[in-house]
């Protein structure tokens, strides 16, 4: 007995280090290239294996210790000849000695990395030498056009909620664009760490909320699939039509043109939001309905009620940054363009017309503090949770203005609740 709990007392200190190692390796994450090719030589050996003329391309990437994963693609990388419905095979491996040599299950492909090269020999006996490249999107460091507005550019968070910045590049905090958007076209890059021994979701997530409700998915998923929960995907809606992620460090791309649901008179949605997405320069999303009120995770969860909301950059535990991030608001091309129309319910502070609204028509140029981007906006009917008066509106303009007072006019002793303060539907 006293043999038996010597050996048991042992094991309970051992397993315990090795659950505390296991953890410390899963933990280890790089932050910028030149690091990270500088500690870990795997870093330097996983990417992508071809060329543009190339007839195969080969994704390698790095799973931790020396050890691969590939993905030989039939007719070469994504973007320069492969798509959906080609072969895909995997390979494993590791490294032996100097060189990283690799194969299919059946032992019928191998492929051995040397010196940034890779030569494939493939079942039917043929060679294939394919130099190790680094690709990236043809829109990155894309500069904000005339009309759009800049929510990022490495200087401030102003224009975020939460927003927190490290070394001029924007963090993954939960941030929340502090405008409201209806239809708009986005351009944002991030950059996802090198995670080696991290898998699944852990591995660099984040992800971009349009309206606070859908999310384009951010994800290391360079090489995979090519699913909705991975990059390029619509969460829970829709996969991309292929896998334009690059790998880790790497800066990548999403332009993005979305449509606004629209809505009647009455309220009634008409028309589900659409969505167009390009990953890296590479459209994964043509004209997509998004057919739910939200997706997983979003901060709006409520039933869908108005055309525009936020733009949301998701917290998931992995520090995934962001640069260059400006947005066009879209309107229907027509002189209503910046201009927005909004309804008072009743006429005026002491004296009200109960049921009579007075609309209000607002047209601006592409310079306005109002939010625009709320083309049509019907305020709370009198008396209830939310009302505001003419002179809110009145108090709104002169602190968009510079004149910070709390309010215009006598306060209207009949109703309820603050009344004091601009509208911040109306505020940028």
């Known amino acids: 007995m006293m043999k038996r709990s010597a050996i048991y007392c042992c094991l309970s200190l051992i397993l315990p280090c090795t659950a505390f190692a296991d953890a410390a390796a899963e933990s280890k994450i790089w932050m910028e290239p030149d690091t990270a090719l500088r500690e870990d030589e795997d870093f330097g050996i996983q990417g992508e294996y071809g060329s543009a003329n190339a007839k195969v391309g080969v994704q390698v990437l790095a799973m931790g210790e020396g050890r691969f994963d590939g993905y030989l693609l039939e007719g070469g990388l994504p973007g320069l000849g492969w ?10 491996g590791a490294r032996e000695g100097k060189n990283v040599v690799m194969s299919d299950a059946g032992k019928k492909i191998s492929a051995t990395i040397r010196n940034k090269e890779m030569v494939l020999k493939v079942e039917d006996g043929a060679t294939h030498k394919l130099p190790r490249i680094e690709r990236s999107s043809i829109t990155l460091g894309a500069k904000a056009p005339e009309g759009a507005v800049v929510l990022f550019d490495g200087t401030s968070t102003d224009h975020w909620e939460n927003g927190k910045m490290e070394n001029g590049f924007l963090l993954s905090t939960g941030c929340t664009s502090k405008r409201g958007f209806g239809s708009y076209k986005l351009h944002l890059e991030f950059r996802t760490p090198y995670k080696p021994m991290a898998r699944g979701q852990m591995r660099g997530n984040s992800g971009v909320y349009h309206s606070g409700r859908w999310e384009t998915q951010i994800l290391d998923s360079f090489g995979l699939e090519g699913k909705d929960n991975e990059c390029g995907g619509i969460y829970s809606i829709s996969k991309p039509r292929l896998n334009m992620c690059l790998p880790p460090l790497a800066w990548q791309t999403y332009d993005v043109e979305f449509t606004a649901a629209k809505f009647d008179a009455s309220g009634k949605r008409t028309a589900w939001p659409r969505i167009t997405v390009r ?54 091309g027509t002189m209503f363009d910046n201009t927005m129309l909004f309804y008072f319910p009743d006429s005026g502070e002491s004296h009200h017309s109960h049921g009579v609204e007075f609309p209000f028509v607002v047209m601006a140029g592409k310079n306005s503090k109002l939010n625009l981007g709320r083309r049509y906006i019907r305020l709370p009917f009198w008396g209830t949770e939310g009302h ?41």
Request: proline letters at 9%; zero cysteines.
């Open 83 to 92: 798509i959906s419905g080609k072969n895909r095979i995997h390979l494993q």
């Open 388 to 428: 505001k008066t003419l002179g809110n509106w009145y108090t709104t303009l002169l602190n968009l203005h510079g004149n910070p007072i709390k309010h215009f006019g006598d306060p209207d002793t009949t109703l309820r609740g603050d009344q004091f303060g601009p509208i911040k539907e109306f505020l940028m």
């Open 279 to 332: 990953l890296n320069g590479v459209v994964v999303h043509e004209d997509l309905e998004l057919s739910k009120d939200f997706t997983t995770s979003a901060p709006i969860s409520k039933p869908l009620d108005g055309p525009d909301g936020p733009i949301f950059l998701q917290a998931h535990g992995n520090p995934v940054v962001y640069r260059n991030i400006w947005i066009v608001p879209e309107g229907s």
